[in-house]
């Protein structure tokens, strides 16, 4: 089954950087679509960037568009996020999740558009 696992969370203070990465599993996975969402205590879930099946295309969501960079490398089944610059907003639980629908470029960026996600993984910013 599909099983996607974060790693490289933590803590950092406001201006600081981080790197998250997700190794997948158990589809092809230069099929889909990749994206990672983030969500803050009492807030829905909020899209924050994804990459398109072959990598050449990433999205950014308005809050983290400059600051942050998403890659992929197909062969590893990896996804990455380089976070730069974060702000005590950009705080939560980022999740790793996968586009609902083989395609090259990405669905939007919300929620519903993808059907598996990693367990999410602790991001926190001190100010």
């Known amino acids: 089954q599909v099983q996607l696992v974060e790693s490289g969370g933590g803590s950092v203070q406001a201006g600081g950087s981080l790197r998250l990465s997700c190794k997948a599993s158990?589809?092809?996975?230069?099929?889909?679509?990749m994206g990672w969402f983030r969500q803050a205590p009492g807030k829905g879930r909020e899209g924050v960037a994804r990459i398109s099946s072959d990598g050449g295309t990433p999205y950014f969501g308005d809050s983290v568009r400059g600051r942050f960079t998403i890659s992929r490398d197909n062969a590893e089944k990896t996804i990455n996020l380089q976070m730069n610059n974060l702000k005590p907003e950009d705080a939560g639980i980022y999740y790793c999740?996968?586009?609902?629908?083989?395609?090259?470029?990405?669905?939007?960026?919300?929620?519903?558009?993808?059907?598996?996600w990693g367990q999410g993984i602790q991001v926190t910013v001190s100010s």
């Open positions: 158990g589809y092809i996975y230069s099929n889909y679509c």
């Open positions: 999740a996968r586009a609902r629908r083989i395609s090259v470029s990405c669905p939007p960026g919300e929620a519903s558009f993808f059907d598996s």
